[in-house]
Nanobody
Framework: QVLLVESGGGLVRPGDSLRLSCAASGRTLRNYAVGWFRQAVGKEREFVAAFRSTGTKHYADSVKGRFTISRDNAKNTADLQMNSLKPEDTAVYYC??????????????????WGQGTQVTVSS
């Protein structure tokens, strides 16, 4: 059984930073791509970042230069460092694992397993 558990969300002010973590059990993360998605109220789930098993990293244009995805194979975790947060970053953030091809990386349906999500709220 695969279990992904996100943590690290919270309420912060614009310009602040947060670090989200995704802990996996039942699967070895290094064998999969790890992705972060987010879903704001009333909107569809959207791609944020991915760390492919090949070692390449991919980011949505809206977070490029502000967010950094990483993984710790020894701990079987994946993190999302979020800097310079903006109100429009407010959403529930989900981690996911899978083996999507490059062209399908941003498609939520291409990912196998999901965590339960963690709320990030950016507000002054």
């Amino acid at each position: 059984q695969v279990l992904l558990v996100e943590s690290g969300g919270g309420l912060v002010r614009p310009g602040d930073s947060l670090r989200l973590s995704c802990a996996a059990s039942g699967r070895t993360l290094r064998n999969y791509a790890v992705g972060w998605f987010r879903q704001a109220v009333g909107k569809e789930r959207e791609f944020v970042a991915a760390f492919r098993s090949t070692g390449t990293k991919h980011y949505a244009d809206s977070v490029k230069g502000r967010f950094t995805i990483s993984r710790d194979n020894a701990k079987n975790t994946a993190d999302l460092q979020m800097n310079s947060l903006k109100p429009e970053d407010t959403a529930v953030y989900y981690c996911a694992i899978g083996q999507p091809i490059l062209s399908e990386l941003r498609n939520p349906q291409s990912w196998y397993h999901w965590g339960q999500g963690t709320q990030v709220t950016v507000s002054s």
